[in-house]
C-alpha cells in the first residue's frame, strides 16, 4: 500500500519536476537541520512550500491528508456517527460533533466546531450512509477540523467501496501523535508489576470496594471479577513511550501467571529486551500529561516479513 509519505513525494515530484530520490534527500537534510523534531511528512510540507507547490483547495482522497494541512478539500461516506456534545469553556457552551468519513483509500475522523454546521447533525439533513463534501478543513494531528470558514455539504457522488476497517499506521514512537493508531517493533526496556482492579461482572465498569463489598455505581453489590493492567516502556530507537497494556491483552505478551509471584516476576524479567511489534492508540494520559500507548495488539516479529521489506528498499 502507499503510504501518504509517498504519494505526497509523488505529487510535489510531478509540480516541481525534481525526481522523488533528490526530494526525500532533501526531506532527510530538513530533517537533520531540524534535529528530527519534524517528522517526515512534516518535512515534505515544507519542501514543497519552499518549491512554492501548495495543497491548498486540492481534492484530496484521504490517505492523502497529513497532519498540519490547510485549506483541505475532501469526500467521504459516513461511517461512524457520533452524538453531538456539549461543553462549557470560558463561561460559553459550545457544541462539537465528529464522525467518521471513509473513501476508497482510507477513513478519517471529521470534527465539527461550527454551529450551523452542528445543526445539519441534529436536523437529521446529514446522517450516517450520506456522501459529503467539506471544502477548506484543517487538519488538527489526523482529524479534519471544520470552523466557521469551512464549508460542509451534501455530496451526489456515490462511493460504493468505502474502507471502513481501523486504519493502523507504521509509525517510529517520536512521529506518534495523540488519536493516532499506530504499529510499531520495538523493544520493551521496562515491564512494571501489574496493577488489579475490580470490575462489576454485568457492565465491566469499575467495582469500588466498600468494606467487605463491592460495588457496582449501576448495579449495586456485585461479586467482581478481578482484573490487570501493566506498564510497560517501549523503545524503537527513535524514542521511548510509556505503554498500558490490559487483561486480555497479556497473554500476548507472554505474561500469563497472574496469581503465582514468582513465575509473574520471572515472566516479567523476561520480557525485558524482547523485541515486539505493538499496535494501538495514543492517548493522553491526564495524569502524566504525557502521551501514552494503550495497546490493543501484540504481535512477535515475523522475520519473512521484515527480510522481505528490507528487499524492497
Ligand atoms: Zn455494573
Known amino acids: 500500500m502507499i503510504q501518504g509519505y509517498d504519494k505526497i513525494l509523488e505529487k510535489i515530484s510531478k509540480s516541481s519536476g525534481l525526481e522523488k530520490e533528490e526530494l526525500e534527500r ?50 467521504g461516506k459516513i461511517i461512524n456517527l457520533f452524538p453531538v456534545r456539549t461543553f462549557v469553556r470560558n463561561d460559553k457552551e459550545g457544541k462539537v460533533s465528529n464522525f467518521i468519513i ?18 445539519l447533525i441534529e436536523k437529521n439533513q446529514i446522517g450516517e450512509g450520506d456522501v459529503i463534501e467539506i471544502i477548506n478543513g484543517s487538519m488538527r494531528d489526523n482529524e479534519v477540523h471544520l470552523g466557521s470558514f469551512s464549508e460542509l455539504k451534501k455530496s451526489s457522488e456515490v462511493l460504493n467501496e468505502v474502507r471502513t476497517e481501523k486504519i ?50 449501576e448495579h449495586g453489590k ?35 501467571d497472574l496469581e503465582n ?29 504525557t502521551p501514552e500507548f494503550i495497546i490493543s495488539e501484540v504481535k512477535n516479529v515475523d522475520l519473512g516479513e521484515l527480510i522481505n521489506k528490507l528487499e524492497k528498499r
Not at 471513509?102 to 445543526?119: F, G, R
Not at 515472566?267 to 492517548?283: A, N, T, Y
Open 26 to 75: 532533501r526531506v532527510e537534510a530538513k530533517r537533520a537541520k531540524l534535529a528530527g523534531l519534524i517528522s517526515k511528512e512534516g518535512a515534505a510540507q515544507v519542501i514543497a512550500a519552499e518549491l512554492g507547490i501548495s495543497f491548498d483547495n486540492e481534492k484530496l482522497k484521504i490517505d492523502e491528508l497529513l497532519p498540519g494541512m490547510r485549506k483541505v478539500n475532501v469526500t
Open 102 to 119: 471513509a473513501d476508497d483509500t482510507s477513513n478519517v475522523k471529521v470534527v465539527l466546531w461550527d454551529v450551523n454546521h452542528i445543526e
Open 168 to 217: 493502523v499506521k507504521e509509525k517510529n514512537i517520536s512521529d506518534f501523535k495523540v488519536s493516532d493508531n499506530s504499529r510499531v517493533r520495538a523493544f520493551i526496556v521496562q515491564a512494571f508489576e501489574p496493577r488489579f482492579f475490580y470490575v462489576c461482572p454485568e457492565c465491566k465498569k469499575k467495582a469500588v470496594q466498600e468494606g467487605e463489598n463491592f460495588v457496582c455505581s
Open 222 to 256: 456485585v461479586v467482581p471479577e478481578k482484573r490487570a493492567l501493566i506498564n510497560i516502556v517501549i523503545d524503537d530507537g527513535t524514542e521511548t513511550i510509556r505503554s498500558v497494556l490490559f487483561h486480555e491483552n497479556l497473554p500476548q505478551l507472554g505474561i500469563t
Open 261 to 289: 509471584s514468582e513465575r509473574l516476576l520471572n515472566q516479567r524479567e523476561d520480557l525485558i529486551g524482547k523485541e515486539m511489534v505493538f499496535s494501538g492508540d495514543v492517548r493522553m494520559n491526564k495524569f502524566f500529561n
